[in-house]
């Protein structure tokens, strides 16, 4: 490959450098996983990429990369099958020029261009959700909790032991933030200049108290009371 260019539509053009769409686009080029990637080496990769202007995709193979032109945010334009889309134009040593589209459509899901959902090969849910209504029915129906019914669905694609270690890393990673957010100085990441706040708030109502790491922090919060004002105070 010689060159890739990336085309931003919607909100990921509109709120694109708020929510970091940008860089999540670098690393995901770069063969970085969201997963297992150190958000404290974020800021190192973006400073690295822009000073030589070259991108290792997938850790691999060297281009040259510029993100000021060659990330586009058409913020006025969209495209017809869903507004929130993402284009690679991919032009390769031969010359030869190649094209493909994502889409994000919600809930964490992206769809590629022409690759549509087959119902008949589709999973069959135990017990179909689409609206909150859906998950108030199959509970008062079931007896089960919604916790319960979502489980029952999560086994038609994995063992239940997978769905739960599955969702332990993403508890861990959700401290992880919370954590490094109420103890980090500075803006926040997105080049909006927005103050963080949630550290000078915590240091402000924890009162001294001491703490080291997650676990006897969540301590030191509690020992500060559960009345409806100190919780709103921690919440905003």
Known sequence: MQSVRVLLYGSLAKTG???????AVQLGLSGDDPVTF???KIDTK????????????????EIDFDPQTDIDFLFTESLPYH?????????????????ETY???????????????NSASAVQLPFP??????VLHWCRKTGLSISEVVMENEHSWRPEEETRKGVLKIWQVMKDCMYRGCHSQGMLPGGLQVKRRA??????LLQSRPYSGFDSWIEAVRAG????????????
């Open 17 to 23: 450098k708020g929510h970091g769409t940008d860089i």
């Open 38 to 40: 150190d958000v404290e």
């Open 46 to 61: 973006m400073q690295d990429i822009r000073a030589r202007k070259k991108l290792l995709l997938h850790g691999k193979h």
């Open 83 to 99: 507004p929130n889309a993402l284009t690679f134009l991919v032009t390769l040593q031969s010359g030869e020029q190649l094209a």
């Open 103 to 117: 889409y994000s459509v919600g809930g964490g899901f992206v769809q590629k261009e022409g690759e549509q959902t």
């Open 129 to 134: 959700i689409n609206t909150a209504d859906d």
């Open 199 to 204: 550290a000078d708030l915590n240091k402000k």
């Open 225 to 236: 009371g559960n009345d409806f004002k100190y919780i709103f105070n921690f919440c905003y």
